[in-house]
C-alpha cells in the first residue's frame, strides 16, 4: 500500500530515526490482505510467507498502514494452521502498526512536535476494532504543539473502502465515503488524518471525484510536519 | 440469483437514498442500544452466548426432551426438513379454515408461509403494523425487527391509502392507529393465528414469544388454533436460557428494556389447539459445519444491520433474501447456496457487527470463510479472478517486480485518470499522491465549539423497589400506593413479581387470563414488594409455576413507522401498579 505514496515512507523513517531507531526498508513485499479478503488464501499465504521470510531478522516490524497490522496480527494467524501456524502466529506479535509504535516509544517525550493548525481525524476499523489502538493514536496526536484536533461525531463508522468490497461494490463504497465527506466538512477542518492509508486513499478519491477540498495525511506525514529538530 | 449490487445502485441512485431514511434512525438504536445493555448484568451478553452454545451442543437431546413435554402441555410438536414440508403440513392443520391472524416471524419470511397459503385462497392477514405495511408495498420486510423501516411516513399513507385505509395525515400516531383499527376489526372473527417462537423451553414445554404491539396476545388468546412455527435451533435449555436471551434481545433490537409483552405459552385453554413447526430447510447440515455453526446462535436482534455502513446505505431490499444485513450475508448463501452466492461481497469488513452482536457471533470472519469457499468452488468459473490472484501473488513475491508494478499502476492510472468514466454514483479519481504544502489548508474554515461530551445521568436507585418505581414509570405503568380508581370498573390482577432493572411486572395465570387482559382497557395490578428480582435473569423464579407466563413491561406500543413510539395499540392501556 505504501508504494503508493513513498514520501509516507521517508515521513515514518525520519520519526522512527529521531527516535533513535535504526530502520532498514523492506520493499515490495505485502501481507496478503488484498488476497485473503477476496477469499483467495493459498495466495494470501504464499505472499505473506515471504513477507514473514524477509522480516525474520528483524527484532521489531514497524506497519506503516493499520490495515496492514491488522492483517498481520489477526489475518496470518487465521491463514496457518497447525504447529507452523503457532511459531508464526507468535512470530507475528513482533509487527507493530507505526502510530502505536511511536506512542510507546520510551523516547517519545524527548521530542518536540509542534504544528499550528486544525486537523479532522479518521479512525479505521482496522486500528479500532482488531487493533484496539484508537485511544493510543489520539494521544499520540495530542502529543502536537499547536494541533487542534476535530474528531468525527460517528467516528466507529467505516469510511467504506474494504479492499474488494470497493471493487465488486463500488457505488455503495462511494455512497458511504460520502456520509464520511459530509461528516468530515462538518468539522471545519481541511486535512484529513489517519493511520490507514487505504481509508485516505478511497476518501480522497471521492472528494476529488465530487469537487470537494480535502487533503488527507498519514499520521505518519503529520509526525513529519510537526516534528522540530 | 441474487444481485446486490444492481439493486443497491437502483436505491442509491434513486432520489430518496435508503441513508437518508435509515440513517438517523438507525444510529440511534444502536446508541441506545449499548446504554441499555450497560444497565443489564455485566455478564449478560457471556449469558445470553452460553445458553444458545448450550443448544447448539444438545440440539438433538433438548429436542426429544421437549417433544415429551409438549405431550404433558397438550402442544402438538411437529418437525420439518424442509420449506415445501413446513408449508405443506401448516396447510394441512388449517385445513377448511379460512381467516388466518399472522404475526412477525422470520421463519414464515423464509418458508414462504404467506404466498403458500394465499396460493391456497386462504385469507392471510399481517397483523404486526409494520408487516401489515410492507404487505402492501409486497417486497417484503427490510429489517428483521423493523420491517417497515425503509419507508418514511410519506410513503407509508400513500401504501395504506392504495389498501383502502383513507387516513387523514402522515403523523405516526394516525398512521399506526389506522392499522390498529383494522387489525383490531380482522380479530373480531379469526380462525387461526400463526406467530413465531424466540425461544421453546426443553424442560417445560412453553413458547417464548416477544411482542410490542399485542398482536401476538390476541393471536394466542383468540383463535381456536394456534401455530407457532421456527427453527429448529430456537430450542433452549430452560426458563434460566430463555431469559437469558429475553434480556439482551430487546435492548439490542430496539434499545427497550423488554418488549411491552414477553409471553411464555404453554397449555392451550379448553376449546383451542396448540402447534409447534419446526423447520429445519437447512440448519442440520449448517450445524455440522465448525466454521458456520455458530451463525444459529443468532437470535435474530437485527443489532448487526443497524451497526452496518453496507446495509444502511443500500437498505435490506437490496439484499433480495429475507435474511438481510450481516446475518443475511452470512445466512443465506448457507441456506441457499445456489441464490446468494454474491452476499458476502456485501461487507466492508468493517468488523461492527461482530463488536455488536449479543450473542458474539464472529460475523466477518464467517464473511471471509464465505469468500474463501466461494473463490474455492467457482475457480472454474471466476478464471480471470483467477487469473488476476495468481499473478499478484507471483509480482509480489519479487520486491523489484513488485516495485515496478506499482510505479507502472500509478503511472497508467495517473495517464487514464481523465480516460475513467466517472459516474454520478462512482465519481472517483486516483488521487492526487504528492503532497501539497499549501499552508492553508491548515486554517479550519470556520471555527467550532467542541461538543460537550454528554453528561453521565442517573445516580443508581438504591432499593430494588426505588429502582422498579423509576423504571416502571418510565415504560408507562402508574404506580399507586393506594387505589385511586375505582377497582370495580377494572380488571383487577395479582403479579408474581416484579423486574426491577426493566420495570415489568410477571404473572403466571391459567387461561383464559390472556384473553380477559386483551379485553380490558383499565388494568390495577396488585405487587407485593417482596417479590422484586433485580434482572431478567433473576427471574426464573417468578415464572416458574405452571401456566402461561407473561412478563408485561408497560401498555403495548410500537415504533414500526420511523420508529417512532405510539402508545396505545392493542390491549390494556391505563395499566396501575399498586405495590404493597
Ligand atoms: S447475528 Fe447477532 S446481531 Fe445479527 S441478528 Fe443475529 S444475534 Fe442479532
Redo the contacts with the bound molecule.
Keep these: 500500500m505504501a508504494i503508493l505514496r513513498p514520501e509516507d515512507i521517508s515521513s515514518s523513517r525520519r520519526i522512527l530515526e529521531a527516535l533513535g531507531e535504526s530502520v532498514d526498508e523492506i520493499k515490495g513485499y505485502c501481507c496478503g490482505q488484498p488476497a485473503y479478503n477476496s477469499g483467495y488464501r493459498k495466495e494470501a499465504q504464499s505472499v505473506s510467507r515471504k513477507m514473514l521470510r524477509v522480516t525474520r531478522p528483524y527484532e521489531t516490524v514497524v506497519v506503516p498502514s493499520g490495515s496492514c497490522t491488522s492483517m498481520v496480527r489477526t489475518g496470518i494467524p487465521k491463514i496457518f494452521a497447525g504447529p507452523r501456524g503457532l511459531s508464526i502466529t507468535e512470530r507475528t506479535k513482533a509487527f507493530f502498526d507505526f502510530g502505536e509504535f511511536v506512542h510507546s516509544h520510551p523516547r517519545l517525550r524527548e521530542l518536540n512536535f509542534e504544528l499550528t493548525g486544525t486537523i479532522a481525524y479518521h479512525d479505521s476499523c482496522h486500528g479500532r476494532r482488531e487493533l484496539g489502538i484508537t485511544s493510543k493514536l489520539i494521544d499520540l496526536l495530542e502529543h502536537i504543539n499547536g494541533l487542534k484536533l476535530r474528531r468525527l461525531p460517528h467516528e466507529e463508522e467505516c469510511c467504506g473502502f474494504g479492499g474488494a468490497f470497493t471493487v465488486k461494490q463500488p457505488e455503495v463504497s462511494v455512497e458511504i465515503a460520502r456520509t464520511k465527506l459530509g461528516e468530515i466538512t462538518e468539522t471545519g477542518a481541511q486535512i484529513l488524518v489517519s493511520e490507514d492509508l487505504s481509508c485516505l486513499t478511497h476518501l480522497q478519491a471521492t472528494a476529488e471525484g465530487d469537487g470537494r477540498k480535502l487533503e488527507t495525511w498519514t499520521i505518519a506525514e503529520l509526525l513529519d510536519r510537526a516534528l522540530n529538530e | 440469483m441474487s444481485n446486490f449490487r444492481t439493486r443497491a445502485k437502483l436505491k442509491i441512485g434513486h432520489q430518496s437514498k435508503p441513508a437518508a431514511t435509515l440513517k438517523p434512525i438507525v444510529r440511534n438504536v444502536v446508541r441506545d442500544s449499548r446504554l441499555m445493555l450497560a444497565e443489564r448484568p455485566a455478564n449478560a451478553k457471556l449469558r445470553a452466548q452460553e445458553a444458545r452454545k448450550y443448544t447448539l451442543n444438545h440440539l438433538e437431546e433438548l429436542h426429544s426432551q421437549l417433544r415429551e413435554s409438549c405431550k404433558k402441555n397438550e402442544i402438538t410438536y411437529h418437525r420439518t426438513t424442509s420449506s415445501e414440508e413446513a408449508c405443506a403440513l401448516i396447510s394441512e392443520i388449517i385445513g377448511q379454515r379460512q381467516r388466518i391472524a399472522k404475526s412477525k416471524s422470520m421463519v414464515a419470511e423464509e418458508i414462504g408461509l404467506t404466498n403458500y397459503l394465499r396460493k391456497q385462497n386462504k385469507e392471510v392477514f399481517e397483523t404486526d403494523i409494520g408487516e401489515y405495511i410492507v404487505d402492501i408495498e409486497g417486497q417484503g420486510p427490510s429489517h428483521?425487527t423493523a420491517p417497515a423501516i425503509h419507508l418514511d411516513r410519506h410513503r407509508i399513507q400513500n401504501l395504506l391509502n392504495q389498501a383502502g385505509l383513507n387516513v387523514p395525515d402522515n403523523s405516526p400516531l394516525t398512521l399506526s392507529h389506522a392499522v390498529r383499527n383494522t387489525v383490531s376489526d380482522f380479530f373480531q372473527n379469526v380462525d387461526v393465528g400463526i406467530t413465531g417462537a424466540n425461544a421453546v423451553i426443553a424442560s417445560s414445554g412453553r413458547i417464548m414469544i416477544v411482542e410490542n404491539e399485542g398482536n401476538v396476545a390476541l393471536g394466542l388468546s383468540n383463535p381456536p388454533i394456534h401455530i407457532a412455527v421456527t427453527g429448529i435451533e430456537k430450542v433452549v435449555q430452560n426458563e434460566q436460557a430463555a431469559l437469558d436471551i429475553a434480556q439482551v434481545l430487546a435492548p439490542?433490537a430496539t434499545a427497550q428494556p423488554l418488549t411491552a409483552y414477553t409471553h411464555f405459552v404453554d397449555t392451550p385453554s379448553k376449546n383451542q389447539e396448540r402447534h409447534l413447526v419446526f423447520v429445519d430447510a437447512g440448519r442440520t447440515d449448517i450445524l455440522k459445519d465448525d466454521r458456520y455453526r455458530e451463525i444459529l446462535?443468532?437470535?435474530?436482534?437485527?443489532?448487526?444491520?443497524n451497526a452496518c455502513p453496507v446495509y444502511t446505505a443500500a437498505n435490506g431490499l437490496s439484499y433480495g433474501s429475507p435474511y438481510m444485513?450481516?446475518?443475511g450475508a452470512v445466512l443465506s448463501p448457507l441456506l441457499w447456496p445456489e441464490s446468494f452466492s454474491d452476499l458476502p461481497d456485501a461487507s466492508s469488513l468493517c468488523g461492527r457487527?461482530s463488536e455488536?452482536?449479543?450473542?458474539g457471533?464472529p460475523?466477518h470472519d464467517m464473511l471471509l470463510n464465505l469468500r474463501a469457499d466461494s473463490a474455492a468452488k467457482q475457480a472454474g468459473k471466476k478464471l480471470t479472478e483467477k487469473i488476476v490472484w495468481l499473478s499478484w501473488s507471483f509480482i509480489f513475491s519479487k520486491p523489484r517486480l513488485s516495485q515496478g508494478f506499482a510505479w507502472l499502476t500509478k503511472k497508467i492510472l495517473r495517464l487514464f485518470k481523465n480516460l475513467r468514466k466517472q459516474t454520478p454514483l462512482d465519481p472517483r479519481r486516483m488521487p492526487r499522491t504528492k503532497r501539497s504544502r499549501d499552508a492553508e489548508m491548515l486554517i479550519p474554515l470556520f471555527e467550532k465549539e467542541s461538543i460537550p461530551s454528554k453528561k453521565q445521568t442517573s445516580n443508581q436507585p438504591s432499593s430494588l423497589l426505588e429502582q422498579f418505581r423509576v423504571q416502571a414509570t418510565e415504560v408507562g405503568f402508574k404506580i399507586e400506593n393506594e387505589a385511586t380508581t375505582h377497582l370495580e370498573k377494572c380488571l383487577v390482577l395479582k403479579a408474581t413479581g416484579a423486574i426491577a432493572a426493566t420495570g415489568s411486572v410477571v404473572f403466571v395465570e391459567k387461561d383464559p387470563f390472556l384473553k380477559k387482559l386483551m379485553e380490558a382497557s383499565d388494568v390495577t395490578i396488585m405487587l407485593d414488594k417482596e417479590t422484586i428480582v433485580e434482572f431478567p435473569s433473576d427471574a426464573e423464579n417468578l415464572i416458574r409455576a405452571n401456566g402461561n407466563a407473561l412478563i408485561m413491561t408497560g401498555a403495548s406500543r410500537t415504533a414500526d413507522i420511523e420508529k417512532k413510539i405510539v402508545r396505545g395499540i392493542h390491549g390494556p392501556q391505563n395499566i396501575s401498579v399498586i405495590v404493597k
Aim: proline letters at 10%; glycine letters at 10%.
Design positions: 428483521v439490542s446462535l443468532c437470535i435474530r436482534c437485527g443489532a448487526c444491520m444485513g450481516p446475518i457487527c455488536v452482536c449479543p450473542v457471533i460475523l
